[in-house]
């Protein structure tokens, strides 16, 4: 059966689901909605919903057939009149079949669903959610499992994968910086990396970024996609009488020439977005897998998550909001957690990581320039999942479709865009804000940059006495 491209929408009353089947006969179709699953059967097309809230037929449901555009609208009354249906635009977690495990692989270490419950839980369940952001501690950390007595490694997302870098030599993998990543542990990888960072890491390179930084000055100012989608989010937040504005922003000392002064920017309502997915992306969501996650170490993903959308955010950025050629080894390379496999167990781990990459990989290499990136990623979090899903399927469409570059794909991202859809809200916040409280000194780097800095600014200033 083929899944049919649709979307949802929702009133007070009903749920509104706009179903693509073309050249069908109209007469012959199937439709079922009790409790909060919905059915709709029409050869050769099947989907099957399930809905925040329930839905019931009655004498106000309908559905009709558009025979010039192809498309049935069907209208399912809420069970509850005035009850709102959050998230009706992932579409990933509406297809999510409950109890539903995904077919086995031979690259899959362990089952990837245990769905516990259900609706009847959900009060509860929230309540977890919320003494599990406040339990969170991003500076303590963990010991990772240890694969000393397993004779492959494993790695990926929630170390589910093994056998992707089995030929990672014959196969002109640019991005990879561990010598056999099919024999190596999470302590033999953070060596290698470091070994690699310091390696390539040039103190005149970096000198002459300090010193010659216009051209960074220029990207430092630039007003970013997301930045711009705040402020359309605020714009939105005044048009609606009876609530607040959604984004609050004041004049502060740090900032210059109406630029955005990150500790300015607050969120006050996030019970909705005006953030829409394009049909591109609505149909890369389509044919991301169907799954729901038990994971091994929770805080650990969240932790990759920062890493990958540094690396999202950094190639934003230094490209203008525009993919280049170079932008899928940009993000690739920059990503300890892509290029290196790493997992971290403290936000001050990934982040030493992130600047560190980003100051010996990069045309730009600039510490102040990591200190905006940062603010970027701050604010990706902070809009919420669907900002941070709009990154990750930007990221993923970049990877499919490089001949080399894809396994990512599929160890990484995919798992990513299907898992931030179900991700705890207020996890999120708490990671949010502690980005917004976060700083990174130079001398953590481990690599004397104030001292080149030094050595550089009196270089510049003998030059210009001659």
Not at 158 to 186: A, C, R, W
Not at 332 to 360: D, H, I, M, N, W
């Amino acid at each position: 059966m083929i899944t049919p491209t649709f979307s949802v929408d929702q009133d007070d009353n009903a749920v509104i689901i706009t179903i693509n089947t073309p050249y069908v006969r109209a007469q012959d179709v199937d439709l079922h909605a009790q409790g909060n699953e919905f059915r709709f059967f029409l050869r050769p097309y099947f989907l099957r919903l399930y809905f925040p809230g329930n839905i019931i037929e009655d004498d106000d449901s309908t559905a009709k057939y558009d025979i010039s555009s192809g498309k049935f609208h069907v209208r399912i009354t809420k069970e509850t009149k005035g009850e709102h249906f959050p998230d009706l635009d992932l579409l990933n977690k509406l297809l999510a079949r409950r109890g539903e495990t995904p077919n086995e692989s031979n690259k899959t270490k362990k089952p990837l669903i245990e769905v516990i419950g259900g609706d009847d839980n959900e009060q509860e369940q929230k309540g977890e959610e919320i003494q599990e952001a406040i339990d969170y501690n991003w500076e303590l950390p963990q010991e990772l499992p240890t694969n000393e007595i397993l004779t492959t490694a494993s790695y990926g997302f929630n170390n589910q994968y093994n056998g992707y870098f089995t030929h990672v030599l014959e196969t002109m993998n640019e991005i990879n910086d561990i010598s056999d990543p099919e024999k190596s542990t999470p302590e033999s990888r953070r060596q290698e990396r470091c070994e690699s960072e310091d390696a390539k890491f040039d103190e005149d390179y970096y000198a002459m970024d300090f010193i010659n930084d216009e051209e960074i000055q220029h990207l430092i100012r630039y007003k970013t996609m997301w930045y711009k989608e705040l402020r359309l989010v605020q714009k939105g937040a005044k048009e609606q009488q009876n609530k607040a504005p959604l984004i609050q922003e004041v004049e502060a000392p740090g900032s210059v020439d109406g630029l955005l002064d990150i500790k300015s920017l607050s969120i006050t309502d996030s019970s909705e977005s005006l953030i829409k997915f394009t049909e591109k992306e609505q149909s890369i969501m389509r044919d991301l897998p169907k799954k729901e996650y038990l994971l091994s170490n929770e805080k650990v993903t969240y932790l990759g998550l920062v890493d990958l959308l540094f690396a999202y955010s950094y190639n934003h950025r230094i490209f203008e909001g525009e993919d280049s050629v170079e932008s899928v080894w940009f993000i690739g390379k920059l990503s300890p957690t892509v290029a290196c496999l790493e997992q971290f167990t403290t936000l001050r781990e990934v982040l030493v990581a992130c600047y560190r990459r980003s100051l010996a990989y990069p045309l730009y290499r600039n510490f102040a320039l990591c200190e905006k990136i940062l603010q970027d990623v701050y604010i990706l979090m902070r809009l919420g999942k669907r900002a941070i899903l709009k990154a990750l399927l930007s990221m993923k469409d970049l990877f499919d479709h490089h001949d080399v570059y894809y396994v990512y794909s599929k160890i990484w991202l995919d798992d990513y865009c299907v898992w931030i859809q179900h991700s705890s809200d207020h996890v999120l916040r708490t990671l949010a804000h502690e980005l917004h409280h976060f700083s990174i000194n130079k001398n953590e780097i481990g690599w004397d940059l104030e001292e080149i800095e030094v050595i550089a600014r009196e270089m510049q200033n003998s030059q210009e006495a001659e």
